[in-house]
């Protein structure tokens, strides 16, 4: 059986398991990481939204084949690791804004929010979020807090 290796929050992890697994059942199933849900399975809902390399990805839907050792995926139990902190500013945001319903979709939608706040500060130099980017966000809440995830990002951002 092939083995795969690669980092997960900062430690480096080694699995054995077929190429065609998908790194999100690697992840939850074969390294007991819980963070990154199991939703729609391709690439819609997006609740399995994790980082490859500092960027968003949905492991739903990339075979463990496509992951190469030099990669480095986090999620959701990871992000504070990257500031150094107990809770990332973001993750901090969406407590102060009482954001949460069910929870479902929450690790995913903080994990897109920290990305494309990262992708406008790195293509764009801009420090604060529009309307604009939070819509360019496609994760589903089906509890429909888009309101207050909407206020948990522009809050988050400002901390960042």
């Known amino acids: ?13 080694s699995v054995s398991c077929d190429d065609d697994v ?13 963070g990154p849900k199991y939703g ?6 997006k609740a399995c939204t994790c980082h490859i ?5 949905n492991p739903c839907s990339v075979p463990v084949s496509k992951i190469k050792r030099s990669d480095e995926i986090t999620t959701i139990e990871g992000l504070p690791k990257t500031v150094g ?7 901090r945001a969406w407590l102060d804004l009482d954001v949460v319903q069910c929870g479902y979709c929450q690790p995913g939608q903080i994990m897109q929010a ?7 500060r790195r ?12 819509d360019e966000i496609r994760n589903i809440c089906r509890c429909g807090t888009y309101p207050r995830i909407r206020e948990a ?3 988050g951002a400002k901390q960042m």
Not at 53 to 57: D, L, P, R, S, V
Not at 123 to 134: L, M, P, S, Y
Request: glycine share 8%; hydrophobic share 40%; aromatic share 4%.
């Open 1 to 13: 059986m092939p083995r795969h290796s690669f980092k997960l929050n900062g430690k480096r992890v």
């Open 22 to 34: 998908r790194l999100l059942w690697v992840i939850r199933d074969l390294l007991g990481v819980r």
């Open 40 to 45: 729609c399975g391709i690439n819609v809902c």
């Open 53 to 57: 390399n500092g960027k968003a990805f």
């Open 85 to 91: 902190k107990e809770l990332h500013p973001m993750q």
């Open 114 to 120: 920290v990305s494309k706040v990262n992708e406008i």
């Open 123 to 134: 293509k764009e130099g801009r420090t604060t979020i529009t309307d604009a980017d939070v």
């Open 153 to 155: 990002i522009k809050q």
